[in-house]
């Protein structure tokens, strides 16, 4: 399995802005972004086909959430603006075949998690 790393979380103001960064030990097909709320179940909020770029985003984050890709250093990003007190949580990574994208059971690897606070 391919190991991920990830980094870039912290504390923020409402309105700001922060970079998670998920860095993986081998080229993946998909790649995709989760967070946790404390109480909720993990959603999926963002994926990108590493192929050909196809990203898919939330509704509660599409506009302001923006993923993307190093294929040279096997790096995903999620750019965060316009950041919510509900975009509060511990958000992973994830890596699989293509068709994860569509089925979050498919991500077979999964980050440490990085805390995002979204607090005045």
């Known amino acids: 399995q391919v190991q991920l790393v990830e980094s870039g979380g912290g504390l923020v103001q409402p309105g700001g802005s922060l970079t998670l960064s998920c860095a993986a030990s081998g080229f993946t097909f998909a790649a995709g972004w989760f967070r946790q709320a404390p109480g909720k179940e993990r959603e999926k909020v963002s994926a990108?086909?590493?192929?050909?770029?196809?990203?898919y985003y939330a509704d509660s984050v599409k506009g302001r959430f923006t993923v993307s890709r190093d294929g040279s250093k096997n790096t995903v990003y999620l750019h965060m603006n316009s950041l919510k007190p509900e975009d509060t949580g511990v958000y992973y990574c994830?890596?699989?075949?293509?068709?994860?994208?569509?089925?979050?059971?498919?991500?077979?690897?999964w980050g440490q998690g990085t805390q995002v606070t979204v607090s005045s």
């Open positions: 994830a890596t699989g075949p293509l068709w994860a994208i569509a089925d979050p059971r498919g991500f077979n690897s």
């Open positions: 990108i086909n590493n192929s050909d770029g196809t990203t």
